[in-house]
């Protein structure tokens, strides 16, 4: 577990690179998106186990219609309050596989 002020923002820091700005920002949005995609598919199958028949709420079809969109509306908060990390982990892959594609069509163009 990262502790320390300095290890957190070393942790939350991109990586270097040479794509642009715009670019790295679209990326780590990507990557945010993707966590919230992962994070509303975890809550759909958590609030799946519960017994809405017998909840506060009384159950019913009311209930499993609006259960949906309150997974989705958890999932999001959780992913913009920063998520469990996924997309800090896959947002260095997502850079490499960017700078790989520039270089290649660099390269290319090199070559005409």
Known sequence: ???????????RSDPPTSLSSAKLGQLREQAKE???V???TLMKEMFASL????SAFGGGFGEE???GM???QFADAMAEAGGIGIAQSI????IAAQEAA????????AKQ
Do not use: C, H, V
């Open 65 to 67: 219609t609006w259960r």
């Open 38 to 40: 992962f994070l509303n």
């Open 91 to 94: 947002l260095p892959d997502l």
């Open 51 to 54: 017994k809405t028949d017998q």
């Open 1 to 11: 577990m990262i502790t320390s002020s300095f290890a957190l923002a070393a942790y």
């Open 102 to 109: 520039q270089n290649a069509t660099n390269a290319r163009g």
């Open 70 to 72: 309150q997974a989705e």
């Open 34 to 36: 993707l966590e919230g």
